[in-house]
């Protein structure tokens, strides 16, 4: 598995110093500049220790606190916005990375190796996984961190093999997004999912937002659709729910308040985007929750 020297260019910030090992690890904390809406060719492994937010894969928008684990796809864009105010901590996100071939090309020496395969695939949509203790990972994580050559990928091997046996996890983009595109078009899709993320309680206009990042109306339109998987209004829409959802079950504030809090301008419609989302109304929504966590 090892045998893979060719080094690989990709618009990621890369904290290691030798690229060529079959498990690579990084780290950084809070404000980085590695927290922006990207994408590269590997896959990544994100074990969140602090700090709490949105997340975002592919089209998908929820939250995110210590002890989430994802596992994004190669060319899935991804990005974690704390929400935290202006505190900085030292160390929020511990990253497990690796490459679709030395895993293709090692199935075929070691066929074991063939298990963990069908969670890659799954790993293009972007995997959240549940139930996995913090403290098995935090230690896990640091130890990946603190070895190097093969003892770093015997160390890491048994817990991709524990989530691909995994059943508790979701699937959290809809689309399978390639997004192949330069790291100027990734700066710009980062100033806009920036600046929705900090005013989705106003009104925000697809003119007002296109002219931030310099493109006409139409293009902006084309260009984000196919960055992101979502019309620019969904995706505002995607934000002013997820920040709903959060109200919802961390409040006892009625639901009308809750919807022109969020930036809708009107019950019903905030009912009608937040079923096509949930599947539920805002009330069923809160009701199921309180049932979950009282059972």
């Not at 640091?142 to 817990?159: E, N």
């Not at 009608?272 to 009330?283: A, N, Q, S």
Request: hydrophobic share 35%; net charge neutral; proline share 3%.
């Amino acid at each position: 598995m090892s045998a893979i020297t060719t080094k690989r260019v990709t618009p990621e910030y890369e904290l290691v110093d030798d690229d060529i090992e079959t498990i690579r690890y990084l780290e950084h904390g809070y404000p980085s500049e590695l927290i922006r809406w990207h994408a590269h060719t590997d896959y990544e492994l994100h074990f969140i220790v602090a700090s709490q937010g949105k997340v975002f894969v592919g089209d998908y928008i929820g939250n995110y606190k210590p002890g989430q684990l994802i596992l994004t796809g190669p060319r899935l864009p991804h990005n974690w916005i704390c929400q935290d105010g202006d505190t900085s901590v030292p160390l929020r996100d511990m990253v497990i990375r690796f490459d679709h071939e030395s895993f293709e090309y090692g199935a075929k020496i070691f066929p074991e190796l063939a298990e963990i395969m069908p969670m890659l695939q799954r790993a293009k949509s972007g995997i959240e996984f549940f139930d996995i203790d913090y403290h098995y990972l935090k230690e896990t994580f640091s130890k990946v961190r603190d070895a190097s050559g093969l003892q770093r990928v015997i160390l890491a091997l048994p817990l991709l093999h524990q989530l691909s046996q995994s059943r508790s996890y979701r699937l959290l983009s809809t689309v399978q997004i390639d997004l192949k595109s330069s790291e100027t078009l990734q700066r710009k899709i980062n100033t806009v999912v920036d600046y929705v993320s900090k005013n989705y309680a106003n009104d925000i206009t697809l003119a007002d937002v296109a002219s931030l990042i310099g493109m006409s109306d139409s293009h902006f339109s084309r260009f984000f659709k196919k960055a992101t998987g979502n019309r620019f209004t969904e995706f505002v829409n995607r934000m002013r729910i997820s920040r709903a959802c959060n109200l919802l079950t961390e409040t006892d504030q009625q639901i009308a308040n809750i919807c022109f809090q969020v930036g809708f301008n009107n019950v019903a419609n905030f009912n009608r985007r937040f079923h096509e989302l949930k599947g539920v109304t805002p009330r069923d929504f809160r009701t199921q929750y309180y049932q979950r966590i009282e059972g």
